[in-house]
């Protein structure tokens, strides 16, 4: 069975930085692309970005130039690397494999952006 760990989440101030990281046990992420996600009560389950097999991250335009990926398949982990926080990024975020979702969602990891 397929479980995501999401962690690293936390408050932080505006214009902080934070890295989450996602632990993947029961699969092997080097042979899937890997995604991030968030999601607030008020939203839908929001994308972020996308990591692809050879480590290349497609960014959601909304996010470009605060935040990146990367994965390390020897380990079994992406990160997302989030710069320049602002109080709107406040939310639960989530990682997955994409296109076909693994069953299972983790918990997901909180991060607050407040002064």
């Known amino acids: 069975q397929v479980q995501l760990v999401e962690s690293g989440g936390g408050l932080v101030q505006p214009g902080g930085s934070l890295r989450l990281s996602c632990v993947v046990s029961g699969a092997t992420v080097s042979t899937s692309r890997m995604a991030w996600y968030r999601q607030t009560p008020e939203k839908q389950r929001e994308w972020i970005a996308t990591?692809?097999?050879?480590?290349?991250?497609t960014t959601a335009d909304s996010f470009k130039g605060r935040f990146t990926g990367s994965r390390d398949n020897a380990n079994n982990t992406i990160y997302l690397y989030m710069n320049n926080l602002k109080p709107e990024d406040t939310a639960v975020y989530y990682c997955n494999r994409v296109p076909e979702f693994f069953p299972s969602w983790g918990e997901g990891t909180t991060v607050t952006v407040s002064s």
């Open positions: 990591i692809t097999i050879d480590g290349f991250t």
